[in-house]
């Protein structure tokens, strides 16, 4: 199975800070994923990548960047740090079809006070 | 955009019985239906998937449904263990298929 690794895997920050959340995939995968996990939300996808370089924004991406420097790393990038972005994250990464299935990766805590 | 909504929130079945997840997808096009455990304080973990030439699918306990018509698919859990307790969730491609689309997630409690 694919392995996805994040980090850090918990994280507080304070209002108005910058988080950079990392996410490193050693399958050679061409798509990332950046998602978050809500109470009542299921996932919701952030931002994604189909490859180096290249990033796309999800369904909710206000508020986040995200980098893809490398085919193995894929950041997400909150600048200013606000309380509503408290929430688990998850990383996942799948191959090159549309059909592809994604793995994910542990996730990161994180809570902005 | 897709949405995905999962008819069950919470599911408690007494071991040995099947647990039953449905969930429908609004976007015709969509081709590829995925479904996820999720164990306590853990990550997310593929478990099956059906895409839409196909109405069926298994794999040992677990069966896919796929109705294309009704836009409906659902999971059955066939002689439920403890181990089978966590949280489903199903999702959708959208139509670009360059997305998934997730519902909520259903508890599933196997009780013994």
């Known amino acids: 199975e694919a392995a996805v690794t994040q980090s850090p895997r918990n994280k507080v920050a304070v209002t108005g800070g910058k988080v950079t959340l990392s996410c490193n995939q050693t399958?050679?995968?061409?798509?990332m994923y950046w998602y978050r996990q809500d109470t009542g939300h299921g996932l919701r996808l952030i931002h994604y990548?189909?490859?180096?370089?290249?990033?796309e924004k999800g369904d909710i991406p206000d508020g986040y960047k995200a980098s893809r420097p490398s085919q193995e790393n894929f950041s997400l990038i909150l600048e200013l740090a606000t309380p509503s972005q408290t929430s688990v994250y998850f990383c996942?990464?799948?191959?090159?079809?549309?059909?592809?299935?994604?793995?994910f990766g542990p996730g990161t805590r994180l809570l902005v006070l | 955009g897709e949405k995905v909504e999962q008819h069950e929130s919470t599911l408690s079945v007494r071991e040995g019985d099947s647990a039953v997840i449905n969930c429908t997808y609004t976007?015709?096009?969509?081709?590829?239906f995925p479904w996820y455990k999720q164990e306590a304080g853990k990550s997310l973990h593929f478990v099956i998937d059906?895409?839409?030439?196909?109405d069926r699918k298994q794999s040992q306990r677990l069966i896919v449904l796929l109705d294309k018509k009704a836009k409906r698919f659902s999971l059955h859990i066939t002689a439920t263990q403890p181990e089978d307790s966590a949280i489903y969730f199903c999702?959708?491609?959208?139509?670009?298929?360059?997305?998934?689309?997730f519902g909520i997630g259903t508890r599933v409690l196997v009780r013994p």
């Open positions: 996942a990464s799948g191959g090159r079809g549309r059909e592809d299935t994604q793995y």
């Open positions: 399958n050679n995968h061409n798509n």
């Open positions: 990548s189909y490859g180096a370089g290249s990033t």
């Open positions: 976007d015709t096009a969509s081709s590829y």
């Open positions: 059906i895409r839409s030439n196909v």
């Open positions: 999702a959708a491609t959208n139509s670009a298929g360059n997305k998934l689309t």
